[in-house]
């Protein structure tokens, strides 16, 4: 019914950069909250980053001054600007978004299938 599509994640060295997308399609009647989760690799998926319908922001502490996080109602999309990358961001990042699928507005939480980012020291 919903589809998240990640792009974006790769290979940088420390200090460097990368910008996430995702891209929410489908049936969609509504978007609240957008925004990104990560996992690194024996660790539980952790929120980075969200975004509310207007606009307001929130992040973890460990990415505060580094990250930025935005949307595009219009294209049903949101992005992770990524700078000053350090090798304990290297994690799978996934996207998500809080979704009303049908006219009746009940919302439900949808996840992208998740983009490898990899910070090397």
């Known amino acids: 019914q919903v589809q998240l599509v990640e792009s974006g994640g790769g290979l940088v060295q420390a200090g460097g950069s990368l910008r996430l997308s995702c891209v929410a399609s489908?049936?969609?009647?509504?978007?609240?909250?957008m925004g990104w989760y990560r996992q690194a690799p024996g660790k539980q998926r952790d929120l980075v980053a969200a975004v509310t319908s207007g606009g307001s922001t929130r992040y973890v502490e460990s990415v505060t001054g580094r990250f930025t996080i935005s949307r595009d109602n219009a294209k049903n999309a949101v992005y992770l600007q990524m700078n000053s990358l350090k090798p304990e961001d290297t994690a799978v990042y996934f996207c998500y978004a809080d979704v009303a699928p049908h006219s009746d507005y009940r919302y439900f939480d949808w996840y992208g299938q998740g983009t490898q980012v990899t910070v090397s020291s």
């Open positions: 489908g049936s969609i009647f509504g978007i609240n909250d």
